[in-house]
């Protein structure tokens, strides 16, 4: 996409700046985002074909209620027109400054900011600058047998998009999907929507 193109789609993007952060799924990306997204200064991130802004998904849809990873991949980088649209229209309507975008590759955080016609990437944050190996490591045994995946939103926000949801009470609340066993850890921000 061309810059003239950008600028047709979002006439602030000129001073938009654009985040990635990168690293293997089931590093514990997700988990780390919000400690990311306050070192950068940004209150919108991407992931998971979710935009989120602060501790509350604005638009989309996660990407793991797909039913094939082939349309799981595809939802993530929104592929689809209504994806795409959904995105575009919220954040016209919140105008941000700048955003993170969360992936498993360069390639994959490249793609989402073309398809939503973002501008160029301005720096690309890797999990090996914000975790040790053993955290990643351990992050990754969770992901493998245990199944769970971690978002940057408060349980209170999942809740409202999962049919089906289990709540179980602990330090940090744990949100399952029986379906696709996935798990949300976030501790509580005292400035989330209940």
Same mark, same amino acid.
């Given at each position: ?36 997204? +306050? ?63 969360? +992936? ?91």
């Amino acid at each position: 996409m061309i810059l003239k193109d950008i600028k047709e789609i979002f006439p602030f993007a000129n001073k938009m700046k654009v985040y990635a952060f990168v690293g293997p799924s089931g590093t514990g990306k997700s988990y780390r985002a919000q400690m990311v997204a +306050g070192e950068k200064e940004t209150h919108f991130i991407i992931d998971d074909g979710l935009l989120i802004k602060d501790n509350e998904v604005i638009a989309g849809e996660s990407a793991k209620k797909a039913s094939t990873k082939v349309a799981t991949v595809k939802h993530a980088l929104f592929y689809e027109e209504e994806e795409k649209e959904e995105i575009i229209k919220a954040l016209k309507k919140y105008k941000p400054q700048s955003i993170l975008i969360l +992936g498993t590759s360069d390639g994959m955080v490249q793609k989402i900011a073309e398809n939503l016609g973002l501008p160029e990437i301005e720096e690309t944050i890797y999990i090996t600058d914000v975790a040790t190996k053993q955290e990643m490591e351990t992050a990754r045994k969770i992901r493998v047998t245990e199944g769970k995946h971690v978002i940057p939103v408060p349980t209170f926000e999942i809740k409202k998009d999962f049919s089906r949801v289990f709540v179980r009470s602990t330090s940090n609340f744990q949100i399952k999907r029986k379906r696709a066993k996935t798990v949300y850890f976030r501790k509580i921000n005292y400035k989330a929507n209940i």
